[in-house]
Each structure stands twice: as C-alpha cells, then as structure tokens.
C-alpha cells in the first residue's frame, strides 16, 4: 500500500466502513450527552458509565449467551447510575463537574473490581460469538456508501434510527421544548407548572443510559471481550463531540463520523509508511477534536444554566403553598426551531 | 559485692540477648517484596507473566530458607507507579519490582532516594546502582513468529499491532518484521502503533487497516488490547499470532500460535537474585532465546494446519537462535526491518 493508493476507491471504502465503526458507540454516548446537557446537566461521568456499561454488558451476555440482554442489561446499569449522579446534582445541589469526575473513579473502580474478582485468570474468558455483519438487501450495494454504511453490525443500524429519534424527541415534542428550555432558562419552565427536578432527571437518565449501552456496545458487539481500561477515554471525546456537534443530534451523530474517519485515517497512515512519527499520527484525530471545539464553542456555546443546579425551594408541595404568587419571575419561553 | 554480681549479670543478659537476636536474625531472612504492573495480575498477559515470576521466585527463595510475603498494587498509571515505589520502600520493602516499560523515571527516581531498597525495572536504557534494568529481548522470538507467519500467509502479506512505540516493543514489532522476510523475501509487512496497552477498540481497527492492505496474519504486540487483534481477525477469517502468553484458548479458531517471552521465568531469576543481593552492579540484564527467554506454543487447533517442513523449519531456526548461529538485530525504530540485509543476520 503505498501513498499513491490514497486516491483509489479501495482505501475510502474501508476506511469510511472503519469510521463509521469506531463512531457508532461514540454516538450513542453522545445522543445521550446532547440531552442531558440540554436540559443543563453536564454529566462529565459518561466515561464511568461506560466502563460500567462494559462490564455489565459483557458479563450478562456471558452468562445468558444473548448479546442484546446484555446491552439491555448495560442500558439499566447506566441507568441507574446516573440516577445516583442524578440525585447529589439535581436534588442536592452538588457540582456536577466534580460528581461527575468522581462518578468516573467510583465507576471505573467498580468495572476492575469486578473483572478481576469475578475471573480469577483471563485464561478461562473466550471472546463471545460475534454479531454477524448484516448486509441491507439493496443499499449495501449503492457505490461508495453502499459498503461503508450499510453492510455493518445490526447495532449500526440502531444508531440510524435513533439519530431521527431524539432529533425528533428533541427538537419537536413538547417534552424536548421542555429539556430545552430547563437548559436555557429553568424559571420558565418552574412558572409554567412542570416539575423542572424530575425533567432534568429523565434527562441525565437518558445520557446514562445510553451511555452504558456505548460501552456495552464496545465490549459485547466491536470486541466480544471486556477488556481493562478499554474505554480509553472514549467518554471524554463524546463530551468533546457534543460541544463539536452544537448540541443537535444530526450534527453530533456527523461529528462522531468525522473523529471516527479521521482516527482510521491516521491507522491506515501508519500502515502505509509514512514517515510521520506514530505518536502524532495517533493525536489527529484528538488535536482535530481541540481545534474544532475551540472554535464552536466560542460560537454556540454551552446552554445557559448548564452547571446550575435549580433551587429546590417549590419542590415540595408545602413550600408551594409559602410562595406569594408575584414573586414567580416570568421569561419569554426560547422560540421553537423551525 | 551483690551490686558487681548484678552489674555483670545485667552486662551478660544483655550481650546474650542481642547475640541471640542477632543470630536469628540472621537466620530469619524475610524480605518483602513488592510488584507494580501495567495492568491487573489477572489480565492473561503481560502483568500476570510478571506476577507468576514473582511467586516462583517466592517459591524458589522458600526452599533455600528465604520466606518473602509479596504485595502488589495494579493498574498504575508512571507517576502513580512512582508514588507506589516510594511507599513501598519507606515501608522496608527489600525489592520492588516495576513491571513496565512507562516506569523507566519512576523506578530511577525512586532508587534515587532510597538507596537501599532494590528496584527493578523492565525495558529501560540503563542499570544504575541500587536500579536493576531485566529486559526480555523479545525480537528473538518475535522473529520466529514473523518466519511462521511468512510462510503461512496465503495473501502474502502480515503485520504487527503494537502498543508504544519505544525500545523492547519495537524491537518486536520490527524482529517480527524481520523475520517474515526471512521467511519469505518478497513478503509485504506493515506495523501499527496505538499508544495504549488497553485500547481493544483501536487495537481492533489497527488489526483492520492491515487487513484491509491485504495481510492475513496479524502479530499482537500489545498488552490486553490484543483482544480486539483477534476480534478484527475473527470478523475477517484471518489468522493472529499472540504474545507474552498462551491464548490459544481467548480466541481459538483465531490464535495460531502464541510467542511465550517466559516472563515469569526473567522475573523469577531478577527477584530470587536480588533478595539474595547477587545481582550485578550496574548490569544490563538482557535476556534472549539463549537465556531461555522466547518459546513458541502451537494453538493445539490450528496446529495441524501448518505443513510439516514448516514445523520443522520453525524448529531449526529456533535452535538456530538459541545457540547464537543467528543473532537478531534490535531495531527501535519502526520500519528498519525493512532496509536490513538478511545476510548479516548469520553471526561470523
């Protein structure tokens, strides 16, 4: 494979295939993120979440022998821990960046505790069946895209659903009106009557849950193995894709795609022979990531009352009743993207 | 009168007590050894070959009489590891044994102020003082499995998957480079580094790239992330060629072989020596085929795919090796292995 090939169909092809590989759990993870920082919680955890989410996912596919209970079984681990992250965030008023980083070492802790208690030697742990490739009846065959985007894991498949999904959940349903309003202004959404705590909850919840199925997804579905530390900061870069992606789904899933294009570039770089050193090879995509972020998020920004937990003053029904009824402080709710 | 015969038997009391006391010290020789890996003693590579090492030693030290009890903390990232060593030599520990290569500055900064504790540590430039540098010279072996992969490649075509790119890692990548030309001259080879000893998913797409250039056989040397190597080889019905342990049975349709480095047994003869004080000053200790270091495990699957000439030729290059008829050259630099001219490689 030499330098000249870069221009032949035979090296984009798998190389967009490989990108769309190494994208898809970071989607998943990002989808997840983009709502619950919408709503205004920053769940810096997510990379916690996912390691549980690896850990989980793999031992219950084990166990069972079906892939998709265990990425079932991922989804309500993540689940549940950002319900605990939900609660010291929401219902205590605790700093989310620094529960979130400690979510992260609780998390990461617990997936190599677990491992390495419940395997006493890796000997015994033989990677799972493999999901086998599905390839879609006529798309597969289109050119060019054919291959890269529609013959892959069924969970692939998952992600092209999804991404219309929470576009829609976010963009054009009143619950989505009401995430994103409690992310720009949490007042509007307290006067107008909803329970601002428990959307934000449903929020982080969401991110958590898909955040543990990405890592099952890398464990169960890409490796078939759990691996130590395989994450790899995975969690971090979602975060990073979501300032990257303006906080809308179709942009984050198309930024995931592009870190995850750039990434089996810098692969196939090495495999070529190029004579750049290998460690800057390895820090394109990451280097591409800062740039781009740097740039957005001066831009975009994030949304307003990201970091602010709302007070819990009307929480309680007796408490409601003590408010005089013109202190509520009314806002403008944020227009309705067409 | 009564006072004298007090004062001498005080004086004898205690010059018999500490004479005692020192003989049973002398007798009692425990040490404490402490061991800080890469990665989790169960991992099923690098950091466990290093961890059965040390219970041999324990074992082997046993039988001469030395007991040594062995503390171990995984999962470190350098400054970390630093911190460990130093705690386990303020504790007393006799030996602390930094398994990996990212703990080269940790292990000398340390042996810096605790020049009486021993520190040992893998894969790094020098042996200063009270600092043991063991190195498996793994290119041996990694060389045999490059030649056993020449020859077994259908596409004509293999490549390395490796984690860092720095000395003893290198010097597989490229060994085994090496080797699949002296296997077969007109063979492709391609390498690939992820800087990481964990990332399975990087390691898997790594696998891919040079799988999609064509190579059938893949050599991991990487630490756990070899996990995705036999991911990318399964999805693609080709062929992976373990390191640092047995995995025939992680993957079994996949690993054709693995290429023991038999780290236990270098860590075993660093620890035993050390805790018996017989190390050498500032001694090297680079061991390769010749030291026992580098051994091939067939997968008893797959074992019978490979031609009886094959099989033979892999043995006879083996001995080739061990007895130093050919020496293999320690590359650091990724892609030297493709300029070396095979001729040199027959010691004069």
């Known amino acids: ?34 709502v619950s920082e919408r709503a205004g919680i920053l769940n810096v955890g997510i990379e916690g979440m996912m390691a549980l989410g690896a850990i989980v996912g793999f031992l219950v596919a084990y166990w069972s022998g079906h892939s998709w209970v265990g990425l079932l079984a991922a989804a309500m681990a993540g689940l549940v821990a950002s ?131 990405a890592g099952a997804i890398l464990a169960v579905v890409q490796i078939g193995a759990y691996v130590d530390g395989m994450i790899a900061g995975r969690g971090f870069i979602a975060l990073a894709i979501v300032v990257f992606g303006g906080w809308r789904p179709w942009r984050v899933a198309a930024a995931a795609l592009l870190f995850g294009v750039v990434d089996a570039f810098q692969l196939r770089l090495q495999v070529s022979g190029v004579p750049i050193p ?37 929480f309680s029904r007796s408490a409601r009743k003590l408010i005089p009824a013109d202190t509520a402080v009314v806002h403008p709710l944020p227009q309705e993207h067409s | 009168m009564e006072i004298k015969n007090l004062k001498r038997l005080q004086t004898a009391l205690v010059v018999g007590t500490v004479s005692v006391l020192g003989t049973t010290a002398g007798w009692a020789k425990d040490a404490k050894v402490a061991y800080i890996p890469c990665g989790q003693v169960n991992d099923g590579s690098w950091s466990e070959a290093g961890y059965d090492g040390v219970k041999a030693a324990k074992d082997a030290l046993a039988k001469s009489g030395t007991n040594i009890t062995i503390d171990y903390t995984e999962n470190l990232s350098p400054s970390q590891a630093e911190v460990a060593a130093r705690d386990y030599a303020t504790k007393g520990y006799q030996t602390v044994v930094l398994h990996c290569g990212t703990f080269a500055n940790a292990a000398y900064n340390a042996g810096k102020d605790f020049p009486n504790t021993n520190f040992l540590i893998v894969v790094a430039p020098k042996s200063v003082k009270n600092v043991w540098t063991y190195i498996p010279a793994m290119q041996d072996i990694s060389f045999v499995a490059g030649y056993l992969a020449a020859k077994m490649s ?195």
């Open chain 2, 154 to 348: 259908k596409s004509g075509a293999v490549g390395v998957v490796a984690s860092f790119n720095f000395s003893n890692i290198t010097w597989q990548a490229e060994g085994f480079r090496l080797g699949a030309r002296y296997g077969n001259p007109k063979i492709k080879t391609y390498s690939n580094y992820i800087n990481s000893f964990d990332d399975a998913g990087k390691a898997k797409e790594a696998a891919q790239a040079e799988i999609d250039s064509g190579a059938d056989i893949i050599y991991s040397a990487t630490d756990q992330a070899s996990r995705g190597i036999y991911a990318a080889a399964e999805a693609n019905g080709d062929l992976a060629i373990a390191c640092y342990s047995d995995q025939s049975n992680l993957s079994p349709k996949t690993v054709l072989a693995s290429a023991l480095a038999n780290i236990p047994l270098l860590v075993e003869n660093m620890v035993s020596d050390s805790v018996a004080g017989k190390l050498v000053a500032d001694k090297v200790y680079s061991v390769g085929m010749a030291g026992g270091i580098g051994e091939l495990a067939l997968n008893p699957e797959l074992a019978k795919t490979i031609p009886p000439e094959v099989a033979k030729e892999v043995q006879s290059l083996m001995a080739s090796i061990k007895s130093g008829q050919i020496k293999i050259p320690a590359f650091s630099e990724p892609g030297q292995s493709e300029q070396y001219d095979l001729n040199g490689l027959k010691s004069k």
């Open chain 1, 1 to 34: 494979m030499t330098l000249s090939s870069l221009i032949e169909l035979s090296f984009w092809i798998p190389l967009l295939a490989a990108g769309v590989r190494v994208a898809t759990p970071l989607v998943f993870a990002s989808l997840g993120e983009a």
């Open chain 1, 83 to 213: 319900l605990i992250f939900g609660f010291l965030t929401i219902f205590r008023g605790a700093d989310q960046i620094v529960t979130g980083i400690v979510m992260n070492i609780l998390l990461l802790g617990l997936s190599s505790l677990a491992y390495a208690s419940i395997f006493s030697s890796a000997h015994v742990v033989a990677q799972l069946t493999a999901i086998p490739v599905f390839r879609v009846p006529w798309l597969s065959d289109l050119p060019v895209i054919g291959r890269p985007f529609f013959a892959q894991s069924p969970i692939v498949y998952a992600v092209y659903l999804l991404i219309p999904v929470f576009w829609l959940l976010l963009e054009h349903s009143h619950w989505g009106l009401s995430v994103r309003a409690a992310g720009e202004n949490p007042e509007a959404v307290d006067s107008a009557g909803i329970n601002i705590w428990y959307l934000r909850l449903q929020a982080v919840s969401i991110g958590g849950a898909m955040a543990g199925l």
């Open chain 1, 278 to 314: 290998s460690p800057f090879l390895i820090g394109m995509p990451y280097i591409l990531t800062i740039v781009v972020v740097a740039f957005v998020a001066g831009r975009a920004g994030y949304p307003a009352a990201i970091n602010k937990p709302y007070p819990l003053r009307h």
